[in-house]
């Protein structure tokens, strides 16, 4: 239950962090759609959305036992859990971020032909930037993925292998390893830190003797 609802609050925090970079650039004077407090309340709104969606498979005891794997899943087979999960964790978020990518693109790209001043477009292509570092990030999360959305489509025909889950979780931990090693090559300010933490070194006095006569 806290799995799924975790899932969702992650790929829909890079959804809305994608939508923010859209608003700043394409409606600048919508001041108020930046202030914290609206982004704040959209943040609330986010939980509680992961939060009730979960509800009704926890009411309803759609999430079982898995004895083989040791875990508390949903049994992978076609039925309205199964898709409902994944159209809400990964489908409509993911497809978001896609869209509001390609969207910005051809935006920026249209103001490369306007009497704009640099500033702006400066300002665009940096937005645009920190929309495709989250495209990017988003799209990782998808490929290490894989192995669970194969494991979801052959169960529509057939049955999964005896230790899916154990293998999409192993998947998973590793998606955890690489959105910190995305988020270390991505943030300059962490990264300058980390290397200036690392690099120091503490100085060795030398070993001063004293002659005796």
Known sequence: FLGYGADGLQNYSYLL??????????????IIWRTIKFQFCL????????ILYTLPLLVTGQITYNIDNQVCEIPLHL??????????????????????????????????????????IF???????????TFILSN?????????????????????????????FICADISVLVVV???YCFT????????KILSRSTPVEPIR?????
Do not use: D
């Not at 943040?43 to 992961?50: E, H, K, L, P, Q």
């Not at 052959?154 to 899916?164: D, E, L, Q, R």
């Open 123 to 133: 300002h665009a292509r940096r937005e645009l930037r920190l929309v495709q570092r």
């Open 79 to 120: 039925s309205l859990s199964v898709v409902y999960v994944a159209a809400i964790i990964y489908i409509i978020p993911n497809f978001g971020i896609a869209a509001v990518y390609i969207k910005l693109t051809r935006y920026v790209h249209q103001m490369s032909f306007r009497t704009i001043s640099n500033n702006t």
């Open 209 to 213: 003797y004293t002659a005796r006569i």
């Open 181 to 183: 090693i995305i988020g």
């Open 140 to 168: 990782s999360l998808v490929v290490l993925g894989l192995p669970y959305m194969i494991f979801v489509l052959t169960s529509f025909f057939t049955s999964p292998p005896k230790y899916h889950f154990r293998i999409a």
């Open 43 to 50: 943040i609330i709104i986010i939980w509680i959305i992961c």
């Open 188 to 195: 300059p300010n962490i990264k300058t830190t980390i290397q």
């Open 17 to 30: 962090t994608a939508t923010y970079q859209y608003i700043s650039v394409v409606y600048p004077n919508k």
